[in-house]
């Protein structure tokens, strides 16, 4: 069986990835299940960049298939802040509660009518023979005033989804990777995933 790696050693990440294309027939590894690939910095300034330098450098140190992708939180209020520095927006060891913390003091007063913000992810593929592709998807909603829910990670219990009653954080993983931006990247990307791995170019 044909493998596709995930460029990725966040395992709440890689836990939703494996959800969402785990039908797939390929075998479906992650960057703990190989050696070789050192600590990929996201340093671009942009998630397409970060996206792009996950997957390859994946596919280049172990020549297998991958998909790397990065996900932002962008906010209205704050001109699409925290973006790509989403998973670092406290600082470069910051936690998660860390980043939202920091997301909600400087949301502090703000109205909802003016908290609207939407997650992003861009997710890329590349492979051999120059093979490289790159979708997006994304989910709009809003920034509460305090947390709700215990599932999830990042900024879920935060974030309510447009047309929703429950943060991503109190929903299950499978109501969630029905509607969730990173559900609709990798529904974008399935398309591309099922030619490659069938030969079809």
């Known amino acids: 069986m044909s493998s596709l790696l995930i460029g990725t050693r966040n395992r709440d990440k890689a836990h939703e990835l494996v959800a969402l294309l785990g039908d797939l027939p390929v075998s479906i590894r992650t960057l703990h299940d ?4 050192p600590e990929i910095v996201e340093d671009a300034d942009t998630l397409e960049g970060n996206a792009i330098k996950k997957a390859t450098v994946a596919f280049e140190r172990t020549g297998l298939p991958s998909v790397g992708d990065d996900t932002g939180l962008e906010v209205g209020y704050l001109q699409g802040a925290p973006g790509v520095y989403s998973s670092r927006y406290a600082g470069p060891d910051a936690s998660y509660a860390d980043n939202m913390r920091k ?7 703000v ?8 997650f992003r992810c861009v997710m890329a593929f590349v ?3 120059g093979v490289r592709e790159v979708v997006e998807g994304s989910c709009p909603g809003i920034i509460l005033e305090a947390p709700r829910g215990s599932g999830g990670f990042g900024y879920d219990p935060v974030f309510l989804p447009d047309g ?3 943060t991503f954080a109190e929903m299950d993983l ?3 990777n ?4 990173r559900a609709r990247a990798a529904l974008a990307m399935r398309p591309v995933l099922v030619r490659y ?3 079809v170019r």
Do not use: I, M, W, Y
């Open 178 to 181: 029905g509607l969730s931006h």
């Open 197 to 199: 791995f069938s030969g």
């Open 111 to 118: 109205p909802q009518r003016r908290r609207n913000a939407r």
């Open 174 to 176: 499978v109501t969630k």
């Open 103 to 109: 997301l909600l003091r400087a949301l502090k007063g």
């Open 164 to 166: 929703h009653l429950q």
């Open 34 to 37: 190989v050696e070789g690939v």
């Open 127 to 129: 492979a051999g023979g």
